[in-house]
Every structure is written in structure tokens, then in C-alpha cells.
């Protein structure tokens, strides 16, 4: 006794991308069950499989004898366990395939099995699948008007398909990271997890035409690029793709648990009250002051407005003697105390400065020591309650050619410098340090281990002669497992993918920590490869 099953896979059969088996004209599928009754697909080019099967031509549908099955295995594999076969069949088979199919086969061999894939993937999903004889035997059938009409429409269904998955893709990929956000949320309720997600202006626009797992694959990396998911170690997400914020974007290829990524819009305190007396302190290694000053959008001006500075300190000026009092002279109406030290051994080389609307009570310019003073590397000044010191420290250089200098020399003079003076007053030293104290503070510590600025050397000189001597990281002591840089290289446009280091710092005595307000960086002002510091000190 035969029993006539119509073939249908709705319900017991899924195609995915992952891969597609090879079908030599159309081989299919090892048995499976359904409920109580066997399910078996052959493959439709092999005469020893026909063998076993009645196909009544009347109705074109394929009748199975069960009985004479039973025991046998199927040789070609299952369409499930191997989704990549279809890319293995030539143009002469896929195009073969689909016209017996009656489906349109044009274009190239990505057309022909994205076509195939989506024809297979349709027919899956549907209620039923019922092949005439002349599909089974693969031979290509005469075709009327009507079976024209019938192939477009099918070529249509296909398109129609492809249009579906592609809405598919764009809900999962969305709901996949809102899932990912909840999950975050429930493993650590305590913390706040900050999220925006932008799916409103940044909506997953591919048109797809074909449907192929090249197609897939393109449009899941659209996916990835359109919504940026940052999530930290302790699980803290952030997603944000606005391009005039990069910095909210965490960047780190060592992340550790409970690290952030440093935003000056939301981790800042609120301003002091009027009546706290207090001074604001800011650095900045401008990399060449007169640049600077020509680039078209920056407003020395606005940002002395913005912030309010009392007391600005540069860096890196690249000033000559000769440029100082032109410079002076275009100094914003307020500031008329300012000191400026110029490299002498090489012109147009480091240089640092002090402008204040406070004056000072006295004024010193380097270490007192002949082998340090000659590339204007150091101005100190003197106030009321403590003493400010603006640096920039030698970087070791290509090849570390001044490294050992660096560790063994100036670090050892400028520690003892300060020392020195906190005998006296408390001590603020600031500007570029060049040198990354800790991996939190590189974005690629394992790749720059014999880089300048994040040798060992250098970060156990740095704790050596300043951590060590009593004076404090405000920025590190304010801010615990978060990550903000102060300097982007030019190269691989790192600032746009917030790949930087913290070079530079704000450390105070001890004595004064107490004081500080806020330790704040501000990533926003462009024009140098560093950007301005900033300390507020209650007095």
C-alpha cells in the first residue's frame, strides 16, 4: 500500500543563510519524522531513488512507497547541514534548475543562486511543495502563455521574499540590541545604564534586490556600523553614533571590568556656588600656537568665554624669541600677565606659557639645572596659596633615543624641583607629561608596550617620582574606571574613533586634594592633537 504525502515543510523544515547543500538537480533532505509518520525527500536526479517512488502523472505529484524505504539511507546530505553546496553548482546547473523551476535565470552565478536561495527559501516557507513529473526528471517543460504567467509571478513571490527578509533583518538587528541592553540592565541593576539609541535617524536602509548571504552579510555590517553598541567590562552600554561626539564612543582593546568612557556633559559637578571663592586652571598643548591662532573656526575668544578661565597654561607654542611680543599684544583683554619661555637650542621647537588674569607674585622659568633649561620646557608661578607649575616633559622619541634621559635625568630634577618648592607652598604641576600612567589611559596598551610615552620605563618613572612623591592624579582619583584621553595621533584619524592617550595631567600635593572641585578634560575643542584640561580648586 503507497501513502501519498503531499511534500510539505512548514512546519518540520527551516532554510537558513548560514549555508545552502548542494543540489545537484535539486538533491534534498535525509527523513525526518513527523509525529508518528516518515518524511522523506530524495534527490530528483537519481534513478535509483525514482525507483522507489510512484509519481503519478495525472496530478503531478510525487508518491512515496514507505514500505520500501525502510531501512535505506539517504547518501546526499540535508539542506540544513550544508546551506553552501548551491555556490558549488555551475551557471549550465543553476540555470537549468530555475528554468525547470520556471523561474527567470538571468545574470551572473551571485544572481543565480541568490534567485535559487530565494525560490528554495519561499517554497520552504509555504504550505505545501508539489513538483510535477517533468520538474522531478529536470528536464525543461514546454511552456504557454499560462505557465509564463505563472513563472512571473513566482519570480515575483521571490523579490517579494527578499524584500520580507530584508525588513526581518532590520527588526532583529534592532531587537538584538535591545535585548543585549536589558540583559546588561538585569545583571547589574544598581548601575545606571545610560543608552540612546538612535534607530530613529539612523534606520537600516539596504535595498535589497537578490537575496544571498553576500547580501546578508552586507547588510548586518550596515548594521553594526549604523548602531554603535559600546559596552564596558562591568556591562555599562553606551550607544551613540553621534559623529560631533566621538569621544562618548568607548574605545579600548583591553577593556576591564567597571570602565566607562569619559563624557564632560554628564560627569561633571555642578559649578560652584558665587559665594565659594575658587580659581579655574586650564592646560593646553596647543602643538604650535600661531597655527593655532590662523585656523579658520577657532575662537580663542569663545573659548575664554565658554570656560572662564583664570589661569591658562600652553604647551608645545613652537614660538622664537622674536614671536613673543607680536603674540602678547593680541592677548584677549584681561589676560595681560602672561610668561613665556621659548626653545633655545632649537628654534621653532617646544616652548611652554602662562596667562593669567591673576598676577603672580613671582615668576621662574626651567629647573635651574643648564642640561634642561635650553628648549623652554618649564615655567613656575608663584601664588597667594600655592605654586603652578607648567610643563611639557620630553618625549623619548623615535627609536627611544632620549629615554634614558627622560627616566634618569629630567623626571629625577623636576620630582626634586617640586618637592622643594612644596616645602614652602603646595604644589600644582600641569601640562603634557607624555606618558600614559596605565592601560586605562592608551587605547592599545599591548601594542605600544616600546612606544614613547608608555614604556615601562616612563609609567614607573612617573609613579617613582611623582605618585609616590605625594602628589596626586586629579583626574584619576576624581574619576576611578574611566576612560578619557587628551591625545589623538593625526594618523588613522584616531580622533574620529576616539583611539587616544591621557598625556596630560593635573597633580597637586596632598595637602590640597581636598580642594579640588573638578578635574575635567574637554575633548570637544579641536585645532591641536591634544585638547585643554581643565581644574577648579577651592581656595
Excluded at 496530478?59 to 540544513?80: M, P, R
Aim: proline share 4%; hydrophobic share 30%; charged share 25%.
Amino acid at each position: 500500500m503507497h501513502t501519498a504525502l503531499p511534500l510539505t515543510c512548514s512546519t518540520s523544515l527551516r532554510l537558513t543563510f548560514a549555508g545552502i547543500p548542494r543540489l545537484r538537480a535539486l538533491d534534498l533532505i535525509t527523513p525526518r519524522s513527523i509525529g508518528s509518520k516518515q518524511f522523506h525527500c530524495y534527490s530528483f536526479s537519481s534513478a535509483k531513488h525514482r525507483e522507489s517512488m510512484d509519481i503519478e502523472t495525472k496530478t503531478g505529484k510525487v508518491v512515496v512507497k514507505e514500505c520500501s524505504l525502510k531501512g535505506s539511507k539517504v547518501e546526499n546530505d540535508s539542506i540544513g547541514e550544508d546551506l553552501g553546496a548551491i555556490e558549488r553548482m555551475t551557471v549550465h546547473e543553476l540555470r537549468s534548475k530555475l528554468r525547470s523551476v520556471g523561474v527567470p535565470a538571468k545574470g551572473c552565478k551571485s544572481d543565480l543562486v541568490s534567485t535559487l536561495r530565494g525560490f528554495l527559501n519561499s517554497k520552504v516557507e509555504g504550505s505545501s511543495l508539489v513538483l510535477d513529473d517533468q520538474q522531478l526528471l529536470g528536464t525543461k517543460p514546454r511552456r504557454s502563455k499560462i505557465d509564463a504567467l505563472k513563472g512571473k509571478t513566482k519570480s515575483s513571490s521571490v523579490e517579494e521574499h527578499a524584500q520580507e527578509l530584508n525588513t526581518v533583518l532590520k527588526v532583529s538587528e534592532i531587537q538584538s540590541t535591545k535585548r543585549r541592553v536589558k540583559q546588561v540592565q538585569a545583571v547589574d541593576s544598581n548601575e545606571e545604564v545610560k543608552t540612546t539609541l538612535l534607530a530613529t535617524s539612523h534606520k537600516l536602509s539596504i535595498k535589497m534586490d537578490e537575496v544571498s548571504g553576500k547580501e546578508a552579510s552586507r547588510l548586518k555590517r550596515k548594521a553594526h556600523q549604523e548602531i554603535a553598541v559600546e559596552v564596558g567590562a562591568s556591562g555599562e552600554v553606551n550607544l551613540s553614533r553621534d559623529q560631533n561626539e566621538p569621544w562618548t564612543v568607548f574605545a579600548h582593546k583591553k577593556p576591564q571590568k567597571g570602565w566607562t568612557v569619559y563624557n564632560p556633559r554628564t560627569m561633571r559637578p555642578p559649578p560652584l556656588s558665587g559665594d565659594t571663592k575658587s580659581v579655574k586652571l586650564m592646560s593646553w598643548n596647543v602643538n604650535g600656537l600661531r597655527a593655532l591662532l590662523k585656523l579658520e573656526g577657532f575662537s580663542a575668544l569663545q573659548l575664554a568665554q565658554r570656560e572662564d578661565f583664570d589661569v591658562l597654561c600652553l604647551q608645545e607654542t613652537k614660538l622664537q624669541e622674536k614671536d613673543v611680543e607680536g603674540i602678547k599684544q593680541s592677548l584677549l583683554e584681561g589676560y595681560e600677565n602672561s610668561f613665556w619661555t621659548c626653545s633655545a637650542s632649537k628654534l621653532g621647537y617646544s616652548g611652554t606659557a602662562i596667562i593669567s588674569r591673576v598676577e603672580p607674585l613671582s615668576v621662574t622659568y626651567g629647573l635651574g639645572v643648564s642640561d634642561h633649561d635650553g628648549e623652554g620646557r618649564l615655567v613656575t608661578v608663584e601664588f597667594d596659596t600655592y605654586y603652578l607649575l607648567n610643563a611639557y616633559v620630553p618625549n623619548s622619541g623615535d627609536g627611544l633615543k632620549r629615554l634614558s634621559y627622560r627616566v634618569t635625568e629630567w623626571d629625577p630634577s623636576l620630582s626634586s624641583y617640586m618637592k622643594e618648592l612644596e616645602k614652602s607652598k603646595p604644589v600644582i604641576l600641569t601640562g603634557d607629561l607624555n606618558c600614559a600612567h596605565e592601560e586605562i589611559d592608551i587605547y592599545n596598551p599591548a601594542g605600544n608596550r616600546r612606544s614613547a610615552g608608555f614604556t615601562d620605563e616612563e609609567r614607573q618613572s612617573f609613579e617613582t617620582n611623582f605618585l609616590s612623591k605625594g602628589f596626586v592624579d586629579t583626574f584619576r582619583e576624581q574619576h576611578p574606571g574611566v576612560v578619557g584621553y587628551t591625545y589623538w595621533g593625526y594618523r588613522h584619524g584616531a580622533r574620529k574613533t576616539n583611539r587616544g592617550w591621557r598625556l596630560d595631567y593635573f597633580l597637586v600635593s596632598k595637602s590640597i586634594f581636598g580642594k579640588v572641585h573638578d578635574s575635567y578634560i574637554l575633548p570637544d575643542v579641536t585645532g591641536s592633537d591634544h585638547c585643554p584640561i581643565g581644574l577648579v580648586l577651592k581656595i
